[in-house]
């Protein structure tokens, strides 16, 4: 397995980072690496996410678990490897929560491939959780 996680403080409360992420259509205001995305079904457990990064492909991160308005989890099925994102976001005090985005990378070819498209998926987590943050205290 490979994996990676990133977080950010941020004065806003869990319930509107929630409202940004069930609002899957409006994720390009925030992540600027989205060239086209659509929810098919529910923001919840069994919906798909089709997403479509500048310059690349379609694919589908099928919904693994949301509980509002602590966290939501994707995977990506590329055959020989699934790609999991865990998108938390947890109240530290009622000033200040922490918005964390944890990647695992398992399948057969995890330990080979992991290290070669991990870094490559998870290297704008940090500018994506800094807009995130700064959207939802907006």
């Given amino acids: 397995m ?3 996680e990133h977080n950010i403080e941020t004065s806003a409360a869990p319930e509107e980072i929630w ?3 069930a609002d ?6 925030w992540n600027g690496d989205i060239e086209r995305i ?19 492909e379609p694919n589908d991160l099928r919904i693994a678990d949301a509980v509002e ?8 099925d590329l055959g020989e490897i699934v790609v999991r994102t865990i998108h938390r976001a947890q109240r530290l005090d009622p000033e200040r929560a922490r918005i964390t985005y944890r990647m695992e990378i398992t399948g057969p070819a995890a330990d080979t491939l992991g290290p070669q498209i991990g870094p490559e998926i998870s290297a ?13 205290e907006g």
């Fill in 2 to 4: 490979w994996t990676t």
């Fill in 19 to 21: 409202r940004l992420w």
């Fill in 24 to 29: 899957v259509g409006g994720w390009p205001e």
């Fill in 38 to 56: 659509e929810l098919v079904g529910a923001f919840a457990a069994g919906g798909t996410i089709v997403i479509t990064p500048i310059g690349q």
């Fill in 69 to 76: 308005p602590e966290l939501f989890v994707d995977d990506a």
């Fill in 124 to 136: 704008d987590f940090p500018q994506t959780l800094a807009a995130l943050a700064e959207r939802a």
